[in-house]
């Protein structure tokens, strides 16, 4: 069988004795102490500590702010870029559509002057056929004059039996032609 041991420590002070941090002989002491203790922790706070968490904390607002300055400046510096770049874009479309317009209309005026040109052309061309045409007409017409009077000569010889001048034949489908 298992044998068991008691062992028990000594807290180093008396049964019946108190708790040393406890003990009201010991308080004089104590505070002696603690107002040392926290006078050597406050100077070295102040002396060592805060500075360079002071020097560290202004570090970083310095770089913070002068980042926010200068993602300000490139804001602004992009937003004058975009403004620059929307202003170009206008004047490229106003440019493009005055080039537009002016293209079209010297497109048009030359093509009216094409046209003008074409219609003169055309309206020489149609003198000069309506030209031929009237002596063509003209000339046919003697030719239906004369083949009349030849014929109508010939008719009236034939029926008459005498002899009809080809002038007077003439002058009597002349006559008849008018009348």
């Not at 005026?109 to 000069?128: F, G, N, P, R, Y």
């Not at 046919?140 to 014929?151: G, K, P, R």
């Amino acid at each position: 069988m298992a044998t068991t041991t008691e062992t028990t420590e000594s807290t180093g002070h008396e049964e019946g004795g108190k708790f040393p941090p406890l003990d009201t002989t010991t308080f004089p002491s104590q505070l002696f102490w603690l107002v040392i203790f926290f006078a050597l922790l406050y100077l070295l706070l102040s002396r060592l500590v805060l500075p360079r968490f002071g020097k560290i904390l202004g570090a970083r607002k310095g770089q913070i702010d002068g980042d926010i300055a200068r993602a300000q400046a490139l804001k602004d510096e992009t937003e004058a870029a975009l403004k620059s770049y929307e202003k170009a874009l206008a004047d490229a479309r106003n440019n493009a559509n005055d080039i537009a317009k002016k293209t079209r209309d010297d497109v048009t005026a030359e093509v009216t002057a094409e046209q003008h040109k074409l219609d003169a052309s055309l309206a020489t061309k149609i003198k000069t056929a309506e030209d031929k045409i009237a002596k063509a007409k003209a000339k046919a017409m003697d030719a239906v004059n004369d083949i009349a009077a030849d014929s109508a000569a010939d008719i009236v010889s034939s029926l008459t039996g005498g002899k009809v001048l080809k002038t007077a034949a003439a002058k009597a489908v002349t006559a008849a032609a008018k009348g």
